[in-house]
């Protein structure tokens, strides 16, 4: 048998095609081919073939289809391929007897030759696989899927194309490439990728006039229709030709690796009805972006560590012209499983400075990206990172927007298992605490590499996962001697070796130690080592004594000590209060804060605290401390500081918190319903700082949000329980619109506890919003009626009607996305009745634009219309001209659903340039979108089509999935050998992710 999607869908026996030649038995067949060798539930292909909209007779439709497709197989004799089992259907395909799988194959393969130094073997490779392709991906099938998931094979045939482009380039067959690319890049003038190799490859045949005239034309052609300037690579290939450098030996081959098999290039919405298992067809491709490159920087002074060095090296497989020299493959057959490091050792012996220094010399063999978290696993506080948050941010630095992250620890380990399938992908786990933290974050393909490091020795996962451990012991005196000569220069160790050696002794051979020790040294030049080793011999004795323990980190607090006391006043009293900072990272002003002094005054302390190497500076204006000196100087704090002074500086750092993440709320969005009540003054010695504009305000958050999270926690175990449900209720903004909604429920659970030990009860209510959030998101609308529900309990008893009809407002989100919208109009009503009744207009225009669009979702045009110009009224006359856009758009679908697509063009350009004033990127994409509609239905398909691209590019920059919803529009119109079935689908006012059935979100 041999199986084709790559053109037209069909199955051939003995050269002879079978009798599958109806529309809809070619697409039950595709999605059978797609899904080979899987069992697809029959209302997996309803919701696939129909959407959301099938008959009656949709499930008899499908049945019919695989009978049809069976009896033309029963008549080669080959009908037992396909079975019934347990209400689906199951297609065998063996081996590359489907082209797609053929193809996808010779990718990757050709990714492996291009890897071991072998292009032109590559060349062939990617050269035979598109020889598969006979036209436009499922020609022939119809479906409601059928747009996406063809425009999604077609994007791994062109990556195919730029791939094989990239290689032959660096062959030097510029003629070759200029003539197969030119019919690419006049079909796809826009596909940057496409244009830079062209670009190239037209310089490299001696054309670099035309060379310069096509990337004038392409930039034109970006600013006028998307309004952007061309992307990195095309505008690093046009310096290339203006320099006269269009010698392509080392043109990159593409931005990541070649689509594999099971995570196609794009595919369409997932269905309305939840279905076992996602397909292949519905998992929506990975967007375009840098692969991730978290690997802290490379470790200065590294020194040492041969041995184990070279037992990490003895995991790779071979690479003799690496700059490691000759690697061994690693032992028990790796290579078959994925390789994974376990680096165990005591605290500051040096385990994340080895595998960091390592990973960097190894980073060159892992292209598609390397990762790193810290996942805390030791922190005074028992916080360690939670996998399902590691994960979560491993897959935003994989490009996976928050609204395509499963909220369950399975699917994200198993999501994260899909995207690393066929990549060679770095991962380093520091700090980990315990086997059970680290299994869910590993990969399951032998291409990637895992780095552990931890205290414990994490035996589960050398016996059940086949980790490599590696011991990492204290350093040997001659390699801390050579530490310090490198820190130290050689002139002065190399002096005083008695001195030296008397210091290497006292550090214990501990790395931390040493550099502490080293700092101090460098600071003060003029002073004799033999000095600083007297220094460290009359450190307290019976402080020594009690930390006699055989325990070289606890040993090492004899330098910690040490150094310590060489500190100055206002330094050792900045370095003992740190010890109460929750972590893991610290900006200037929270210090100020902590501290109670002027961040001028503060800045020139910590500059010293990290030339004592007492604290490290990762970002610029971002410190951190290592848990041994943290505990340690929590211990001093403890000791020295009396409790009042603590109670005072905790105070005062989660006052600065406070008072910063209100502001910064505030700036998120001006016009939010439910804001926490207005601060008192901050407490004297906070600092505030300025607050300048909405970007600042994203960029403070995404550095801050998990100290804030921490700083919810602190505060409630430290008895400020209105800090900790007042932040938690400032942080809802944020965490809601980038998808943290397992961390927004987790801080307001802590919140209502707080809130119900001080008997408040509107912190309650402001908790259960956050926690009906949350749960709606995460998909448990029982749980967010209940609090809901509670919340209305709370709010009467409180005489708040505000509050109440901020609630109404929630409730009726809630029964929107569960398709509910007579009793989601309902709920809007009482809202709005309250809203009056309080005279808040603020929530007036939101509720009254809300039942415009319920109105129109109910086919009620003209109860719409009145709702939505009384919004947009109010809206104009608040200033708020957030809620006008939204508003304008509501009003472009009104006029859209009553046939007037003109004046719902003029509404839709109306908010488009409200949006593109205030800088709304989202909003402005999925403007554009709703007016690329209204312009197919009133006949102009030039002007949709350049709606619709400008909306994809937006969507595409932001990493959004909603990306696939334009990007099917224009897949589906793009001319002949496409699919011209594409009618403008009913429009979501409001909607910001994936098929929301709601109006615009009442919690922004």
Sequence with gaps: MRWSVLGPVQATAG??????????????????????????????????????DPPATARTQVQVCVSRIRAALRAEGAADLLVTQGGGYRLTVRGTELDLAEFTAAVEQARVEEAAGRPAEAARLLRAGLTLWRGPALAGAAGAFVATAAAGLDEQRLVAHERLAAVELGLGRCTGVAHALRPLVTAHPLREPLVARYLLALAGCGQQAAALRLYAETRRQLVDELGVEPGAELAEAHLRVLRGQASTRAVPSGPGPSPAPDRPAAGPPPPATPVPAAPVWAVASQPAGPPPAQLPGEPAWFTGRTAALRELNDLLPGDPDGEDGPIRTGRDGAGRAVVISAIAGTAGVGKTTLAVHWAHRIAHRYPDGQLYVNLRGFDLDGR??????????????????????????PGQSALFRSLLAGRRVL?????????????????????????????????????????????????????????????????????????????????????????IVAARAVGQPDVPLAALAAELRKTNADRLAALETGDPATDARAVFSWSYRALDAESARLFRLLGLHPGPDVARPAVASLAGLPPSRVGPLLVGLARANLLTERVPGRYAMHDLLRAYASELCHEADPEAERAAARSRLLDHYLHATHAADHLLDPYRLARPATLPAPEPGVTVGDRPDHAWATGWFTAEHHVLLAAVEQAAGTGLDRHAWTL???????????????????????????????????????????????????????????????DLELYRELGDDTGRAHTHLGVSWVLARQGRHRAALDETQRALDLYRAAGYRVGQAKALNNLGWLHARLGEPGPALRCCQAALRLHEENG????????????????????????????????????????????????????????????????????????SAIFDELRHPDADRPRAKLAATAGPGRPQSYRPAPLVVGQTTPGRPAPADPHS
Excluded: K
Aim: glycine letters at 8%; one cysteine or more.
């Design 15 to 52: 050269g002879r095609v079978l009798a599958i030649d109806r529309p809809q038995q070619r697409a039950v067949l595709a999605l059978l081919l797609l899904d080979a060798d899987r069992l697809v539930p029959a209302r997996q292909l309803v919701a696939a073939l129909w959407a959301d």
């Design 384 to 409: 360690a990172v939670p996998p399902a948050e590691a994960l979560r941010g491993f897959l935003a630095a994989l490009h996976v927007p928050p609204q395509r992250v499963p909220t369950d620890l």
């Design 427 to 515: 991962v380093l786990l520091d700090n980990a605490r315990d086997d059970e933290q680290v299994r869910p974050l590993l990969p399951g393909s032998p291409d990637s590499l895992v780095v552990v490091t931890s205290r414990n020795r994490l035996t589960g996962l050398v016996v059940s996962d086949g980790a490599r451990p590696v011991t990492l012991d204290l350093l040997a005196p001659a390699e801390s001697r050579e530490l310090l000569g490198r820190r130290l220069g050689r002139g002065r160790a190399g002096t005083e070796p008695m001195a030296l050696n008397e210091i290497v002794r006292r550090c214990a051979g501990l790395p931390l130690a040493l550099a």
């Design 728 to 790: 938690a209720a400032a942080l809802t903004t944020y965490l809601d619109r980038r998808g943290h909604w397992p961390e927004l429920a987790a801080a307001h659970r802590t919140a209502l506890a707080a809130a119900r030990r001080r008997d408040d009860l509107a912190g309650q209510a402001l908790a259960h919003r956050g926690l009906a959030i949350a749960c709606t998101w995460l998909g448990d609308h029982r749980g967010a009626h209940l609090h809901y529900g509670r």
């Design 880 to 951: 708020d001209r957030h809620g006008a856009a939204l508003t304008w758009d509501s009003l472009g679908y009104v006029h859209h659903g009553r046939g007037d697509h003109g004046q719902a063009a003029d509404c839709y350009r109306r908010a488009l340039a409200l949006h593109r004033e205030l800088g709304d990127r989202y909003d402005e994409a999925e403007v554009l979108d709703n007016l690329g509609d209204a312009e197919r239905a009133a006949g102009d398909l030039a002007a949709a089509r350049r709606a619709w691209r400008a909306a």
